[in-house]
């Protein structure tokens, strides 16, 4: 069942195209890994396949089952967030939000939801402290929390390792991992990445991009020989 | 006059002028909803908006001011209803223009803020409506130097009302939408929420309330009562829920000693003095929060 399809995309800003003819597609269950350099346009990609911005050219198709309010998000942090007063409670829930339409308050079902992805997160013992005072694998913790309150169908990841110490950075790809994995449901996950090895470990799939286009689509098997085969 | 004195004209004061009750009661709904909306707009980085826009109500003002002066329109008083929609346009303007447009929010702002400063500076001298051009300037930034003219202008104290309820209403319907668009826009917009609608909604509100705030208090006043309380809070509570009910809190309450310690003494400028009263619980609540860091650690 396929997801996501990206058939001939540019995205770009202000009229300037960042990277052209882009054509891929996501199936349910699938572990997408983005590699590609700073300023090769994946944050531009991201931005675009969560229709933040409108693609230049070419099309995004959502799937069977899956309508436009069911992406679950990771952002990078924000300067905002460094000094805003919210409790992780608070923040979780607010991934809940998208189920709510009109109705200004959150029911019960939403408030369980919230509580059940912080369990599974282990972020249960943290709920009344403060966001700006955790630390940062706690921090990307409650954000993932928030995006799974969003769905649990697919997840777009925007560097959740970033600014991470080792010890967090395999936490945090071990829980991707756990959320992935078919006996959890298998949510797809779209991840954007430096991380080479980390990405050819947990993904199944790997796309790179690099001076404005695609230079590599295939599962994680393939691409260690493509990488093999340059090396030599 | 010792302080038993002065309290007793204060209740004389109250009991027997339905402008001192006025005056009052504006002051605590602007109060009310200026830090209500003070929480969003300081975690935005647009603490200066309340100057901002004020000037440009400013600006604006002396602008109708000159085009009837010109076209010989006699009496031109009532121009709160051209001044508003301007107000509401920069407004918008600012709250949508996020982190990713070209002038970012506090240089937009403080252009914004200068330039309609100017521009209104410039057209009171070249068309004076009265003799004392410096007279009038002051009494923009400052407001009403008095209780007795806070008062004074009924039919904007009834709006005034309407608009509190108006907001409160507002605010609580969208609290969770203004929580989510407040602290991750992106997130919000990413998972279906009209951020660009709930953030345009916002503009209108924050504009309507701070050109009402400013024919009342002054443009100085307006900015403070948007800071203050919201700063004040966040040195002591951690989440939005606690913050946004503690700067209400402190908001009208600041405002209310600073309206009775203003009618109290006849040398005290009100907006001056809620200004000074609210920098005082803002230091008292710095030091609370120190203190309580301190014990944690």
Redesign the interface.
């Known amino acids: 069942m396929e997801h996501l399809i990206c058939n001939n995309l540019t995205a770009g800003y202000d009229g300037k195209a960042i990277i052209a003819d882009l054509s891929f597609s996501v199936n349910a269950g699938d572990y997408l890994c983005i590699l590609g350099e700073n300023g090769s346009g994946k944050s531009t990609l991201m931005?675009t396949l969560?229709?933040?911005k409108s693609p230049m050219s070419g099309e995004i198709t959502m799937g069977s089952g899956l309508s436009?309010?069911e992406?679950?998000?990771l952002?990078q942090q924000?300067?905002?967030?460094k000094?805003?007063?919210?409790?992780v409670r608070?923040?979780v829930?607010?991934?809940c939000?998208?189920g709510?339409g009109l109705r200004?308050?959150?029911n019960k079902k939403e408030k369980q939801l919230a509580s059940e992805n912080m369990e599974k997160l282990g972020i249960t013992n943290l709920a009344?402290?403060?966001y700006r005072?955790l630390s940062g694998g706690q921090q990307q913790r409650t954000l993932l929390a928030?995006?799974l309150c969003?769905?649990r169908k697919i997840l777009?990841l925007d560097e959740p390792t970033a600014g991470l110490d080792p010890t967090s950075t395999a936490e945090m790809y071990e829980l991707i991992a756990g959320l992935n994995d078919k006996r959890n449901g298998g949510t797809s996950i779209i991840m954007i990445s430096h991380d080479i090895a980390n990405a050819m470990k947990y993904a199944s799939h790997i796309l790179l991009i690099g001076s404005g286009k695609l230079l590599f689509n295939g599962t994680a098997a393939e691409y260690s020989q493509f990488v093999g085969g340059a090396a030599s | 006059m010792t302080f038993g004195e002065r309290i007793d004209q204060l209740i004389y004061l109250f009991n027997n002028f339905d402008f001192a009750r006025y005056a009052l009661l504006v002051g605590v709904l602007i109060a009310f909803c200026s830090s209500l909306l003070g929480v969003t707009l300081v975690l935005r980085r647009l603490s200066f908006i309340g100057s901002g826009l004020s000037h440009v109500s400013f600006g604006s003002t002396t602008i109708v001011a000159a085009i009837a002066m010109i076209i010989g329109v006699e009496s031109f008083q009532n121009n709160f209803f051209f001044v508003l929609p301007i107000t509401i346009l920069c407004s918008i303007w600012l709250l949508l223009s996020g982190p990713n447009s070209k002038i970012k929010g506090d240089s937009a702002l403080a252009m914004l803020s200068v330039g309609s400063l100017a521009v209104g500076y410039l057209f009171m001298n070249i068309f004076p409506k009265s003799a004392n051009v410096a007279a009038d300037i002051c009494t923009v930034l400052f407001g009403s130097t008095a209780i007795l003219t806070l008062g004074s202008k009924q039919w904007l104290v009834w709006l005034c009302v309407g608009l509190s309820v108006l907001v409160s209403a507002m605010f609580l319907l969208f609290y969770n939408k203004i929580f989510a668009i407040t602290f991750d826009e992106d997130f919000a917009s990413a998972t279906g929420i009209k951020a660009k609608t709930y953030n345009a909604i916002l503009a209108i509100i924050i504009a309507v309330i701070i050109v009402l705030a400013m024919n009342l208090v002054g443009a100085l006043l307006v900015s403070a009562l948007v800071v203050f309380p919201a700063l004040t809070a966040m040195r002591v509570f951690k989440s939005f829920k606690a913050v946004t009910i503690c700067s209400v809190i402190v908001s009208v309450f600041c405002s209310t000693i600073g309206i009775l310690l203003s009618a109290m003494y006849d040398n005290l400028p009100l907006g001056s003095v809620i200004v000074a009263v609210n920098l005082a619980v803002f230091i008292l609540f710095a030091f609370a929060g120190l203190a309580a860091r301190r014990k944690k650690a």
């Open positions: 931005k969560l229709r933040l436009a309010n992406i679950g998000y952002p924000t300067v905002v967030q000094d805003f007063p919210a409790s608070e923040v829930l607010s991934g939000l998208n709510c200004p308050f959150y009344n402290r403060c005072e928030r995006a969003a769905t777009l």
